[in-house]
């Protein structure tokens, strides 16, 4: 096993990896940098060292200063989280060339999917379905435009250096592709330093379904089922839960089996998320391979009964699964809301500030991942993720029922946050009925 | 008239699109303000042109601090 593991990350994932690591009786070490002094997660790991200025880029996104402090401080492996330096090949690279073990898949399987023309095309080859669009990055406007008419409008122009939607652009048609074309490229170039573009078929009215899968590296690959995370606001989640509700038997399969089959056909080790579109007839196309541990693991963990993290650093300590396919059950329903400091009137603008007052919810079937604390600091440098609220049912019903009373029953004073809007979500009709799509929120389908 | 341009939520100054002399349209990005890794832009309230910039890019400015003022 891992001797001591040092957690690249800040907030609730630094909490919840900390608290893994004690499962495991593995030594953690917080990071943080000069806005983080007084932060919860200092002070639960076993060590902490400071590492820098408040800007990430100074400090969490800083490769060169984390992998330092890791071999100083004698760490064994590093856990970097989400976000940050997760899907960062550089960074897992950084580690192994230190001898460090990285709590992830390899840096040629994170370069692989992080360039997501090289992810489709691989997945392609591999068998799983993926939307029609360009064969790899499309050289200029002209060529999109060519494409776009092949497959049809309105599409999305993606950026092929990151994922999570950040850069993309709907054209809704050929006089609108120009523009749209020069500012997606720059939008490319700010966020992940390449401007290449792909096109592919937009995808009407779909759902955002997405599936865990867990690999050891020794030839072993698992899927932990589905989630649904339709509900999202610039194409970042707000909602997500497990099962999917409705989705047909046939659909849950074909997507499960292209998940393995995918994340199998590249080798893949440790915690990853195959992310699918599912449209209204069940089909499916893959989206984009996440590399690294979800903000919404906790939903397929209280589904399945496992600990994802635990079995993050099992894995990278060379374990096998302990698992085969039928060992791993899902389990009545269970869903997550995000608690962000951003004002759901004002469309869901940023909201930094000191948090006054705190109240957590708690009781049967409730679990909290939370970041922050009363008189803490929510600022302006990081993502305004503060709280994920996380409930448990024999059924969706019930879970969407403790889910109401846990956001009723929370208090976030001194910032704006989601949860009058997350309220507004468990009430809504469709919403309880399982009829999601990812445009709903950008539609006012839970507008006050 | 002279008018304020305030910035409408707490951030780090990003990018100064607009400067001194510049002519600007109703809506045309004035600066762009980083916070919590979202990019936002503070628009010009009314057509008209640049006479100051107040900020830095790197800069942290908070919600109803003038950033810009309009001659």
């Not at chain 1, 580690?95 to 090289?118: H, N, Q, W, Y």
């Not at chain 1, 690999?215 to 497990?242: A, F, M, T």
């Not at chain 2, 980083?34 to 800069?59: D, F």
């Amino acid at each position: 096993m891992l001797q001591k593991v040092l957690v690249a990350n800040r907030g609730e994932i630094a909490r919840r990896i900390i608290r893994a690591c004690r499962r495991l009786g593995v030594m953690s070490v917080a990071v943080y940098s000069e806005a983080d002094e007084h932060a919860p997660h200092v002070g639960e790991a076993d060590e902490a060292v400071p590492i820098g200025p408040a800007p990430a880029r100074q400090s969490y996104l800083s490769i060169d200063t984390i992998v330092g402090v890791a071999c100083r401080v004698g760490a064994d492996a590093v856990h970097p989280g989400y976000g940050f330096l997760s899907e960062n090949w550089r960074f897992a690279q950084a580690c192994r060339d230190a001898g460090l073990t990285f709590v992830g898949p390899s840096p040629e399987a994170i370069r692989r999917m992080g360039d997501k023309t090289e992810a489709r095309r691989l997945m392609a080859a591999a068998g799983v379905p993926v939307l029609p669009g360009s064969q790899g990055a499309v050289s200029d406007a002209a060529e999109a435009e060519r494409v776009s008419s092949a497959v049809g409008y309105p599409v999305p122009l993606k950026a092929a250096g990151g994922g999570g939607g950040i850069g993309m652009a709907r054209v809704d048609g050929p006089a609108d592709l120009a523009a749209a074309f020069a500012t997606a490229r720059r939008r490319a170039e700010a966020a992940f330093g390449d401007p290449a573009l792909y096109v592919e078929r937009y995808a009407e009215r779909a759902r955002h379904v997405e599936v865990q899968v867990l690999g050891d590296g020794q030839g072993s690959v698992l899927h932990l089922h589905e989630r649904e995370c339709s509900i999202q606001r610039r194409h970042q989640k707000l909602v997500e839960e497990s099962p999917a509700p409705g989705l047909p038997a046939a659909t849950k399969d074909g997507l499960t089996r292209a998940a393995v089959m995918g994340a199998a056909a590249i080798g893949y080790a440790n915690a990853g998320t195959m992310e699918f579109l599912v449209d209204s007839g069940g089909r499916f196309w893959f989206l984009e391979m996440n590399t690294r541990l979800q903000v919404e693991h906790p939903v397929t963990e209280e589904v399945t009964g496992l600990d994802l993290v635990v079995a993050q650093l099992r894995v990278a300590a060379g374990e096998p699964l302990p698992w085969r396919q039928d060992d791993v059950v899902q389990r009545g329903a269970a869903m997550e809301c995000r608690i962000y400091a951003e004002d759901p009137a004002r469309g869901f603008l940023p909201s930094p500030g000191t948090i006054s007052a705190l109240v957590l919810p708690s009781g049967e079937g409730v679990r909290v991942e939370c970041g922050v604390t009363a008189g803490g600091v929510v600022s302006v440098h990081y993502d305004p993720l503060l709280i994920k609220l996380v409930t448990r049912g024999a059924t969706r019903a019930e879970a969407i029922e403790r889910m109401e009373r846990a956001l009723g029953a929370c208090v976030v004073e001194g910032v704006k946050t989601t949860i009058p809007f997350l309220r507004r979500v468990m009430a809504h009709p469709d919403f309880r009925r399982g009829v999601v799509h990812t445009q709903m929120v950008e539609q006012g389908a839970f507008n006050a | 008239m002279p008018e304020d341009i305030k910035a409408h939520i707490t951030g780090v100054v990003f990018q100064v699109v607009a400067h001194p002399g510049d002519a600007v349209s109703e809506g045309d990005p004035v600066i762009v303000l980083e916070s919590m890794k979202m990019e936002i832009p503070v628009e010009a309230p009314r057509a008209g042109a640049v006479k100051e910039i107040r900020v830095q890019e790197g800069q942290t400015v908070q919600e109803g601090d003038v950033i810009a003022v309009l001659e």
